[in-house]
């Protein structure tokens, strides 16, 4: 308990009155003594120099013997009315508070064992003054005028009051032995808890809004709402308590021996003065007087700052920042304020840090908003040797640096390390802007390099790395980090020398456990635009693996020739055949060079792998077919050459489609495949898109194919189910004519009866369709006949002088055709976008005329 909240200061040495009660209004002091007596000081508080040191003068103002014989026991003053009420021997005098002549003829109300006033008045009025008088068994709400008081209010009560506050309309009463809040507007009451007479006397005292301090059962401290609810856990203090108050956010007692102080905060005892026959203590508006017998003291608070700055140096944090918190800015401003809470919070950052306390630790430093340079510069060598800092003044920790703060225990100062990195790395996500970043940069790279891990080179590859990098080249050079090095070097724009790091990797000069091999070269030279610099470095790659080196040219930033690419991989097949794939896929090229080179590499593979009966096969057919199918970019005579004599008879015939040699390729498909629903989607794909008379004339030939024994064959070997399929499903593809003409003449006419009826029922289809065509074409003309009548006769002629222009273009007309608005504006039928809207002055039509 070493924290400082209040300084005794004495007030008044001695008085020749043993005192009862004190009041205090501003500079007036009241006192009541024991013998009826009210008197009356002046206080004066006065610096004494050089040293600045506090204390009070006195003034006696005056003395008023009330002839009672007995104790004033309370004392409360209206400052806006100057008045003073006295209470002595049950009568309840008014006051004058300078003179303290009595206001009126004798007491004001009578029978009174205890008073208080209403803190919190129902009234809007500031000269009546709310109070609440304890007489046997009720309590009466009374107002205060200048020289009068009114009753508006009695409320019964169990028994008699001892002690009581209020606020509102709520009178917090002790009994004789319980606790209990009553309702003045409604009469209702709520019962508290009860209380031992004998050992605790009840003290009751107004903390907040509808809100009470009483002496509860086994020395506690209990706070109790209007409500008969406790909110906040009690203070558990000592069982001779002679008085209480409270000052935010502490609350004050007196005994016989002792001033203590508990925080409202955390409820705990916070300070202890000797005081020796303490009696009284009380707030009056921020001035707490504390009194003896004889003797009367000031408690002065001390300036929370100066609190807070105590707590913070004997390494309190939670105490210092829960009352700093609690402090309400008071004698400050807002920025003020929240540069002393930064201050405060970096502090306790440092605090924690120096224990190993990193979770609380990295709360208060982000709260704080500390500049990282700070925590930085505490670990030794990761600050840029270039950065100009200095660290604040006076300084936010008494640490010369980590390595002094952990006592050289090597597991604590990787811990240590381990916490500048996630406080590092949680900045660089927090979303925040990031003041420094060179300095964070630097220290990221610095403590990844150290600890060697593998996740630099996805930091170094997230982008948006800001750091001192000759410095983290030397760093990184010193832990053999040579793959993160070249990653550096990259960032540098150096892509020479990145290239030298890593080709030194890939050749074994230089280790590291983290280079993964050829592909990061690979990477990197993809990112390279001089295509000098990749020429340059492409045998190396391709000679340790062409397949990934090939990666090199087809992901390439520079600008390449193809030709001199596939000059180079003239040595490497598979690399040479993975940029042709390329070419044509990726960069779809259309030269046929490249596509024929292509696809007689697909029919020499095909061919070797049908010899080999490879497994492999039928993918590579599926991809040279892909090719002859999509691709029109190649020499077909070329490729046929390659494909006659092999069993590639489908891609065979698809050359033979490229070629229109439409019966050559049917041939293959349906004598030698015997693949009759391939050569129909051969002519389906042939005839896609091309008029009657060509669609007609390919599906003919596979008709006469179909109806025609193969080259060498028999009658035996016409395909008669295909053909009369294909007469079902292709009927309007097929002319009737041509068709007839066809079919052997033994054949009986139920064996084509459904292609007739389908090709009759096509013809007249088509025939009643061109009749209805014929028919909305003659009701077209009609109808543009009609318009052209009405706009005839409703405009009459319209004059076209050589000199009319369009109104959108600007020309003039070359043509009879225009468009000619109502009010007169004419336009290119092309230059007029809506025929409702004029395109001069934008006014709608519901019609508009077309000439």
Request: aromatic share 8%; charged share 20%; net charge negative.
């Amino acid at each position: 308990m070493s924290l400082r909240a209040f300084e005794l200061v004495p007030v008044v040495e001695r008085t020749e009155n043993k005192i009862e009660c004190l009041e205090a209004s501003g500079n007036d002091l009241y006192i009541g003594s024991e013998d009826g007596m009210v008197l009356h000081y002046s206080v004066e508080e006065r610096s004494r120099q050089p040293c600045g040191t506090l204390f009070y003068s006195t003034n006696t103002l005056g003395v008023k013997n009330l002839g009672t014989k007995k104790p004033v026991i309370q004392l409360k003053t209206a400052s806006a009315l100057t008045r003073v009420l006295a209470l002595s021997d049950g009568n309840l005098y008014l006051l004058d508070s300078e003179s303290l002549n009595t206001v009126g003829s004798g007491p004001k109300i009578k029978n009174v064992i205890v008073f208080c006033i209403n803190e919190n008045p129902n009234t809007l009025d500031p000269f009546t003054i709310q109070f609440c008088v304890g007489k046997r068994r009720s309590v009466q709400m009374c107002s205060l005028h200048e020289d009068r008081v009114s009753l508006f209010k009695e409320v019964s009560t169990i028994d008699s009051p001892v002690s009581l506050a209020m606020d509102g309309s709520f009178v917090c009463v002790a009994g004789q032995c319980q606790y209990s809040v009553y309702n003045v507007q409604t009469g209702s009451v709520q019962d508290l808890f009860p209380y031992d007479p004998t050992t605790t006397f009840p003290h009751v005292k107004r903390i907040a809004k509808e809100e009470f301090l009483l002496v509860g059962p086994g020395s506690l401290g209990m706070f109790v709402t209007a409500a008969g609810i406790s909110e906040r856990p009690p203070i558990q203090w000592t069982d001779d308590i002679l008085a209480v108050t409270y000052y935010h956010p502490y609350i004050l007692t007196v005994t016989s021996e002792f001033i203590r102080v508990y925080s409202l905060i955390d409820q705990q005892q916070k300070q202890t003065v000797n005081f020796s026959t303490g009696r009284l203590l009380e707030n009056f508006d921020g001035q707490i007087y504390v009194s003896s017998q004889y003797s009367i003291f000031c408690l002065l608070p001390q300036p929370w700052t100066k609190q807070v700055q105590a707590l913070i140096e004997n390494e309190r944090v939670e105490e210092a920042l829960e009352l700093a918190n609690h402090s309400r800015a008071a004698g400050m401003s807002q920025e003020q304020y929240e540069v002393f809470m930064a201050t405060l919070l970096q502090k306790a950052g440092f605090i924690k840090l120096a224990y190993g306390v990193y979770d609380q630790a990295q709360e208060y430093f982000f709260k704080g908003k500390i500049d990282i340079r700070e925590l930085i510069s505490l670990y030794p060598g990761m600050m840029p040797s270039k950065a100009n800092f200095i660290r604040t003044q006076p300084p936010l920790h008494n640490m010369a640096d980590i390595i002094q703060a952990t006592h050289g225990d090597q597991e604590k100062l990787s811990q240590a390390k381990q916490f500048l990195f996630n406080y590092l790395m949680f900045l660089r996500s927090s979303g925040e802007p990031i003041p420094h970043r060179v300095e964070v940069d630097t220290a990221i790279i610095k403590l990844y390099a150290e600890e060697k891990s593998v996740d630099l080179i996805a930091f170094l590859e997230g982008g948006d790395v800001v750091c001192a990098m000759q410095e983290c080249v030397q760093w990184l050079e010193k832990y053999g980090q040579f793959t993160a090095l070249a990653k550096v070097y990259r960032i540098m724009g150096d892509m020479e020398k990145a290239l030298g790091v890593l080709t030194q990797l890939v050749r074994g000069e230089i280790s590291d456990e983290n280079f993964t091999g050829l592909q990061q070269l690979v990477d990197t030279l993809t990112c390279v635009t001089d295509a000098s610099i990749v020429w340059r470095y492409a045998d190396f790659v391709l000679e340790h693996d062409a397949v990934q080196g090939v990666r090199v040219f087809i992901e390439s930033a520079a600008s390449l020739n193809p030709t001199e690419v596939l000059e180079t991989l003239h040595r490497y097949p598979d690399a040479r055949l993975k940029y042709l794939h390329h070419l044509i896929y990726s960069k779809k090229f259309k030269d046929e060079k490249y596509h024929t080179e292509l696809i007689l590499h697909y029919v020499e593979e095909a061919v070797k792998q049908s010899d080999e009966e490879s497994s492999s096969l039928e993918e590579t057919r599926e991809k040279l077919l892909d090719l002859l199918c999509s691709s029109c970019h190649y020499q077909p005579k070329l490729v046929l050459s390659r494909l006659v004599n092999t069993n590639l008879h489908q891609e065979t015939a698809y050359v033979y489609g490229k070629l229109e040699e439409h019966e050559k390729a049917l041939s293959l498909l349906v004598h030698k495949m015997k693949d009759f629903s391939a050569a129909e989607q051969y002519c389906i794909t042939h005839t896609k898109g091309k008029e009657e008379k060509v669609k007609s004339k390919i599906f003919l030939t596979l008709l006469k194919i179909y109806l025609r024994p193969p080259s060498g064959g028999s009658s035996d070997d016409i395909e008669l189910a295909p053909a009369i399929e294909l007469l079902s499903l292709h009927a309007g593809d097929l002319d009737l004519e041509a068709v007839l003409e066809l079919l052997p003449e033994h054949w009986s006419l139920t064996i084509f009866q459904h292609y007739l009826r389908a090709a009759i029922r096509a013809s007249m289809h088509q025939s009643r369709i061109k009749r209805i065509q014929q028919t909305l074409v003659r009701c077209e003309n009609l109808q543009q006949k009609y318009v052209l009548h009405k706009l005839s006769r409703d405009m009459g002629p319209i004059p076209m002088s050589g000199s009319r222009i369009c109104c959108v273009c600007g020309k003039r007309f070359s043509e009879c055709a225009f468009t000619i608005y109502p009010n007169g504006v004419m336009a290119h039928i092309g230059c007029a976008s809506d025929p409702h809207v004029c395109p001069l002055t934008g006014t709608v039509f519901k019609v508009s005329k077309t000439c």
